[in-house]
């Protein structure tokens, strides 16, 4: 009796069968999916949605000196087709940057920013956001663009760390698969999350 496929190993057998996958660094050029990334990964579902990021969200990520700008993130593509992103750093000098990041869209935001811990610090490489678009899940992207992120922390001597949601299952589990281990809680966005770290 087979079993579904549901293992990287099919999903890459999708994408040799539908098309050719490509890792990349993002450019000044894909700001606005990077606010999409960015966005999904906080829960505001854009892209099942169809809806685009507001212009602040995108100016945010068109900058080099942010959390969340292009030259922090990596894309994925299928044929040249946008399908999935990472945004991930180096936490050193974290609060700084948070705080200036925050602060640009400080009046926009819904939780009070300076309750929030700090997602990371110095010795860290953080896997801050991971979205993948709907009809491309379940396809091991999101796995490949975690591994790379990985792959970039071991590089720099830096331990992979990240933040997951404690009521998204299948996302903790990928996380657990992948080595990572819960290590405390990060108060964020106005919610507990999971702190889960990859020893290196």
């Known amino acids: 009796m087979s079993e579904p496929c549901t293992s990287l190993l099919c999903g890459a057998l999708f994408l040799m069968i539908m098309g050719t996958i490509e890792i ?7 700001a606005e999916f990077v606010a999409m990334v960015m966005m999904e990964a906080v829960g505001h579902e854009m892209m099942e949605l169809g809806h685009r990021p507001e212009a602040h969200l995108v100016d945010v990520c068109q900058r080099t000196d942010t959390l969340y ?36 869209v400080r009046d926009k935001l819904p ?7 700090d997602e990371t610090r110095e ?12 009809k491309w899940r379940r396809k091991g992207i999101g796995e490949m663009l975690l591994g790379r992120g990985m792959k970039t922390a071991r590089e720099a001597g830096l331990l992979p760390v ?6 998204n299952e299948s996302a903790f589990k990928l996380y657990q698969k992948l080595g ?12 507990t999350y999971l702190r889960m770290v990859a020893p290196l």
């Open 162 to 167: 990240l933040a997951c949601d404690p009521t």
């Open 69 to 104: 700008t292009w030259k922090n993130a990596i894309i994925a593509c299928v044929d040249g087709e946008k399908v999935g992103g990472l945004i991930a750093y180096d936490g050193k000098g974290y609060h700084d940057v948070k705080m200036r990041t925050f602060g640009m």
């Open 180 to 191: 990572f281990e819960a290590d405390g809680e990060l108060f964020i966005f106005g919610e």
């Open 111 to 117: 939780f009070d920013i300076d309750a929030m811990d």
């Open 24 to 30: 990349r660094k993002a450019t000044v050029e894909d």
């Open 123 to 134: 010795g860290e490489y953080y896997l801050d956001s991971l979205a993948v678009i709907p």
